[in-house]
């Protein structure tokens, strides 16, 4: 059977990202924009690992963290509190584009996705299959493989397209079968850049399998592009704040009112969708109230209509910002020559994917992943190595390589730090 996916049609974009008076004013609201506290001046293109935070979000965090007084209980402390951790859901349900469902939060997003992998495991009808895909961060990659071995299922991976950097829903419906209990998609992989098709992948699995739980891996995504949780036709979907401009702090997942209800842990007395075992953290969701004030503020410069508008409009606007920047990384300048023309360097992915979001990957022939990103923070460039090992190694292998290294950019970053790390690059690669 072959399933041809809808091609997600991405917004129309200028080549020229923002304007630099709101660039200016977007940086002038993150700490450490060009300066790390411990090394000094720096450009930092390591946004895959945990974004910059926003001012806002941790002075609002620290003067929620300050509070004492728990919720529920009769004082007006106590109703401020929890005003302010559902003010916080309610963010996120829009941030989600969520409709029916709830919302919970978890230790990270890795627990979050482990929990629903499991829940939907031990849910099911018996028997059948677990399928995941190669493509996967090992937070689901792994979390399938170990239930399918709990629940005595077998465990099926679906390969990747190695020159696109992408899977797409005909190599789904290639591995799915009728008895395929549950799925695992990542929205945009955190190595090759590359985001999938969700919905398109979720009709193909629902196609041969209408039962399936599918839960979704948006970590990567989240701070690069919209979220639309009501139109995917899946029953999870997992984000991390750190990513998304906030501190450390929980990872948070939607669940589909189908997935909110089967048997899980809980307090016995709570209701059947309830997943929080003790109380919330109310500075985390006052952190999540702000990060969704700023796309709103965002947004705002490019729509007047409701909040979840703005959200969507921010959201393209970032993309087209991190269209041009990936362009430049990938073919340089007139002056300057990109990835793409330095010697010996092998693109991850397609140069003029329309699918790439904020991550450019590369190997360099004959040089190791950890040293190039050791002799760029030589130069003030903070990148990251991607390794065979427990993170990366899945996805490493079918590409034939032991390491990439990754530059991970970001909406406020810009074409001169881009520029910056190319004229870096070109003079590391030119002395051998």
Known sequence: MTITPERVVRPETQSDGFSSELLSAIRERFH?????????????????????????????????????????????????????????????????????????????????LFRLIRAAATAAVE???????????????????QWARRTHREWLTVP????????????????????????TILHTSPVTGMAQDVAAIARAIRHIAPQCYIIVDGIQHAPHGDIDVANYGVDGYVVSMYKTFCQFNNGYAWLSPRLSCV????????????????????????????????????????????R????????????????????????????QAGLARLPGVRLIGEADSPWREGVVSFAVEGRDAV??????????????????DTFSGNILRPLGLPSVTRVSLAHYNTVDEVDACLKALGSILNDQ
Not at 128 to 136: P, T
Not at 162 to 180: K, L
């Open 32 to 112: 450490h924009v060009d300066q790390c506290p411990y090394t000094g001046k720096r450009v930092f293109f390591e946004n895959a690992g945990g974004s910059l935070t926003l001012k806002a979000v941790v002075q609002r965090a620290a003067e929620v963290a300050a509070v004492p007084d728990n919720a529920h209980r009769d004082n007006d402390a106590s109703r401020a509190i929890e005003q302010v951790v559902d003010d916080g859901r309610n963010a996120l349900r829009e941030f989600f584009g969520a409709g029916e469902g709830v919302i919970i939060s978890g230790e990270t997003g890795s627990e979050c």
């Open 127 to 145: 028997g059948g299959s677990i399928v995941a895909c190669e493509l996967e961060h090992p937070s689901s990659f792994d979390g399938t493989a």
């Open 160 to 183: 990747f397209d190695t020159t696109s950097g992408r899977v797409t829903a005909e190599h789904y419906a290639q591995v799915v079968r009728p008895d395929t209990r549950v799925a």
């Open 263 to 306: 048997d899980h842990d809980r307090l016995l007395g709570k209701p059947d969708d309830a997943w929080e075992l003790g109380s919330r953290d109310p500075a985390a969701f006052a952190a999540v109230s702000e990060m969704v004030a700023y796309l709103a503020w965002l947004g705002g410069h490019f729509s007047a209509a409701s």
């Open 308 to 335: 979840r508008e703005r959200l969507l409009a921010a959201a393209h606007a970032m993309h087209a910002q991190e269209v041009a920047l990936t362009t430049r990384l990938i073919h340089g300048s007139e002056t």
């Open 371 to 388: 040293e190039i990103v050791a002799r760029l923070g030589e130069h003030g460039i903070r990148v990251h190595a991607r390794k065979d």
